[in-house]
């Protein structure tokens, strides 16, 4: 009798032991797996919410009658072009600055001295006949006025010559002077052409800024909704982390464990 009883109650001890063991296990086991698919769950949640976020934040290709602008998201490039009409003027714009530099270029290498001894020559040859006629008349004039050998015929050629030389110095300084601006317009009309050419670029490189700052007001507008749904993710994670079975298992696990109590 006394071996009987101490075997039940023992059997029963272990029995309910490991009864209520097994059963905190297998609730333990639940709840870990109800916690993984949870949390894989809340990491695909989260992912798809950024690939939407990042989709969004990409800048929109914009166009219109001046160009156009295109991002590619693939490869991560953005092209910028003129319209056709635009592109033409560009390249014009180009052209013609660079022809009126090579035309400053030729006027002896942009050195306003001697492009200005340059077109002292140009006109100096057109002036040169008159000169001399000037010398011919006074030795005409002396030699009819017996005085071509003279001191007073010497003295009047010499004031012919102080008189045609300060004429030809005055010519040199004007040459120099207007040599000196035409380069300086040829420059200025080649910078001024560049500077135009250039500035139509602008046009393809504000659609660029409009296609961004598009993609940026929707990524801010996104930034509550996405706060919102990536909480919404982890509540519903945390609530599938508390798996009904395993709780069922280990509750009904702890009351095998209770001791029993004998009266």
């Given at each position: 009798?006394?071996f ?8 029963g ?83 013609r ?14 050195d ?34 017996g005085?071509?050998?003279?001191t ?112």
């Amino acid at each position: 009798m006394l071996f009987d009883f101490l075997g039940s109650n023992i059997g029963g001890t272990v029995g309910g032991a490991l009864l209520g063991g097994g059963l905190a296990y297998l609730g333990s086991r639940e709840t870990a797996s109800a916690a993984r698919d949870a949390a894989q769950m809340e990491s695909e949640m989260l992912n798809q919410n950024a690939a939407r976020a990042e989709a969004a934040g990409v800048p929109y290709s914009v166009g219109s009658l001046g160009g156009i602008a295109e991002f590619d998201p693939e490869t991560k490039t953005a092209l910028l072009n003129l319209s056709p009409e635009l592109s033409n003027i560009y390249s014009g714009l180009l052209s013609r600055s660079g022809l009126f530099g090579e035309q400053a270029g030729m006027l002896a290498g942009l050195d306003p001295f001697q492009a200005g001894e340059a077109f002292y020559q140009m006109q100096q040859q057109y002036r040169q006949p008159e000169e001399d006629k000037l010398r011919t008349d006074m030795e005409t004039r002396l030699l009819a006025q017996g005085r071509l050998d003279s001191t007073g015929g010497a003295q009047a050629q010499e004031a012919l010559e102080k008189a045609i030389a300060q004429d030809q110095g005055q010519r040199r300084y004007q040459s120099m002077t207007q040599a000196q601006s035409l380069i300086d317009a040829l420059l200025g009309r080649e910078t001024a052409d560049i500077t135009q050419a250039t500035s139509l670029l602008n046009i393809p490189y504000a659609q660029g800024q409009l296609g961004q700052g598009i993609a940026s007001n929707i990524t801010s507008a996104m930034g509550p909704a996405l706060a919102a749904r990536n909480q919404a993710a982890r509540n519903l994670s945390l609530t599938s982390a508390q798996s009904p079975s395993g709780t069922a298992l280990s509750a009904l696990g702890g009351l095998f464990m209770q001791p029993r109590v004998e009266k």
